[in-house]
């Protein structure tokens, strides 16, 4: 077995943003290893996906299309990348760590009697895989001892999107043997689809509130500078537990987790729980009046004050930078 291949994820005609996550990941990976990187895009109609696959820095693009794979099933998924995954021999798989995902990897892990190491958030060299344990609060080493293939599935925020190399990478169709009566589930509706869900995992600026606000009706502030900023509201647990903001705005290892270009952290200490949600953020900046804030540990800039008059002022400047 050799090289690395890496499952991209689609659906409703739109690339999941975390697939070139694990692109990055797949990448850098084969990159250590001095192996090739390959890409797997699968549906029913994929050739625009593969088109723009086949402009990075690929071996080749493995297009798994057949009818069966139109609405994403488990055991459709599992049935073709099976048959993929024989065919090609990989020595690494690497998926995005989605919804979808956690859904049918698993399976798909074991009908090659391995594990699937999940939610890696490092690859040291070896390959060593790195996972958080107790809500972040440990790290564990994973390392595959036997016959591959491994299954790995990359953290959102670990691996950036815009560190993919670009090339040109062969093309080649593969048409899984697929029966109706190995599908046995039916396609149900994409989870977290309802209108009013907030997907912070896509927002590239997020502006977030914590417990130094004191009281709801202070949030108003803060959400005057993300509009300011156009940016999306976001939360630590304390502000969604005590129902001054949706959970769904919530970021952490209970919540969201978020990579955004900018972050900023307001009236938020920095509990662990809390970093591991946000820790991929390209820049932080933290607003608070406690210097000793673990926060200020991981932000880029930092502002030690009063937030009740820092956001203010702050929200001002980039109005009358809009002019």
């Given at each position: 077995?050799?090289?690395?291949?890496?499952?991209?994820?689609?659906?409703?005609?739109?690339?999941?943003?975390?697939?070139?996550?694990?692109?990055?990941?797949?990448?850098?990976?084969?990159?250590?290893?001095?192996?090739?990187?390959?890409?797997?895009?699968?549906?029913?109609?994929?050739?625009?996906?593969?088109?723009?696959?086949a402009?990075?820095?690929?071996?080749?693009?493995?297009?798994?299309?057949?009818?069966?794979?139109?609405?994403?099933?488990?055991?459709?998924?599992?049935?073709?990348?099976?048959?993929?995954?024989?065919?090609?021999?990989?020595?690494?798989?690497?998926?995005?760590?989605?919804?979808?995902?956690?859904?049918?990897?698993?399976?798909?892990?074991?009908?090659?009697?391995?594990?699937?190491?999940?939610?890696?958030?490092?690859?040291?060299?070896?390959?060593?895989f790195?996972?958080?344990?107790?809500?972040?609060?440990?790290?564990?080493?994973?390392?595959?001892?036997?016959?591959?293939?491994?299954?790995?599935?990359?953290?959102?925020?670990?691996?950036?999107?815009?560190?993919?190399?670009e090339?040109?990478?062969?093309?080649?169709?593969?048409?899984?043997?697929?029966?109706?009566?190995?599908?046995?589930?039916?396609?149900?509706?994409?989870?977290?689809?309802?209108?009013?869900?907030?997907?912070?995992?896509?927002?590239?600026?997020?502006?977030?509130?914590g417990?130094?606000?004191?009281?709801?009706?202070?949030?108003?502030?803060?959400?005057?500078?993300?509009?300011?900023?156009?940016?999306?509201?976001?939360?630590?647990?304390?502000?969604?537990?005590?129902?001054?903001?949706?959970?769904?705005?919530?970021?952490?290892?209970?919540?969201?987790?978020?990579?955004?270009?900018?972050?900023?952290?307001?009236?938020?200490?920095?509990?662990?729980?809390?970093?591991?949600?946000?820790?991929?953020?390209?820049?932080?900046?933290?607003?608070?009046?406690?210097?000793?804030?673990?926060?200020?540990?991981?932000?880029?800039?930092?502002v030690?004050?009063?937030?009740f008059?820092?956001?203010?002022?702050?929200t001002?400047?980039?109005l009358?930078?809009?002019?």
């Amino acid at each position: 077995m050799s090289g690395v291949l890496v499952v991209m994820e689609q659906r409703g005609g739109v690339w999941n943003r975390m697939s070139f996550e694990a692109l990055a990941a797949g990448q850098q990976l084969a990159a250590k290893l001095g192996m090739e990187c390959s890409g797997a895009v699968i549906g029913e109609d994929v050739d625009a996906f593969v088109t723009e696959l086949a402009g990075k820095k690929l071996a080749k693009v493995f297009a798994v299309q057949h009818a069966l794979l139109k609405d994403y099933t488990s055991d459709g998924y599992v049935a073709a990348l099976k048959s993929l995954v024989k065919q090609v021999e990989p020595a690494y798989v690497v998926l995005p760590h989605t919804y979808q995902v956690r859904d049918f990897a698993p399976a798909l892990a074991t009908r090659f009697r391995q594990a699937l190491i999940s939610d890696v958030i490092a690859i040291h060299d070896g390959p060593v895989f790195v996972r958080q344990l107790l809500q972040g609060k440990l790290n564990a080493d994973y390392k595959l001892t036997g016959a591959g293939p491994c299954f790995v599935s990359v953290q959102a925020g670990t691996f950036r999107a815009e560190a993919v190399e670009e090339g040109a990478a062969a093309v080649e169709s593969f048409a899984p043997q697929l029966e109706a009566s190995q599908i046995r589930s039916k396609p149900g509706e994409l989870f977290r689809e309802a209108a009013h869900t907030v997907d912070l995992g896509a927002a590239s600026v997020i502006v977030s509130v914590g417990r130094g606000i004191g009281e709801q009706e202070n949030i108003g502030i803060v959400e005057e500078l993300a509009a300011a900023l156009g940016a999306e509201l976001a939360a630590s647990r304390p502000i969604c537990d005590n129902g001054w903001l949706p959970m769904e705005r919530q970021v952490g290892s209970s919540g969201q987790t978020v990579a955004p270009k900018l972050y900023l952290a307001i009236g938020i200490s920095g509990a662990i729980q809390h970093l591991v949600g946000m820790k991929g953020s390209k820049t932080v900046i933290a607003i608070n009046k406690d210097e000793n804030a673990p926060i200020f540990e991981v932000a880029d800039y930092g502002v030690v004050g009063d937030l009740f008059e820092v956001v203010p002022a702050l929200t001002k400047a980039v109005l009358a930078a809009k002019g």
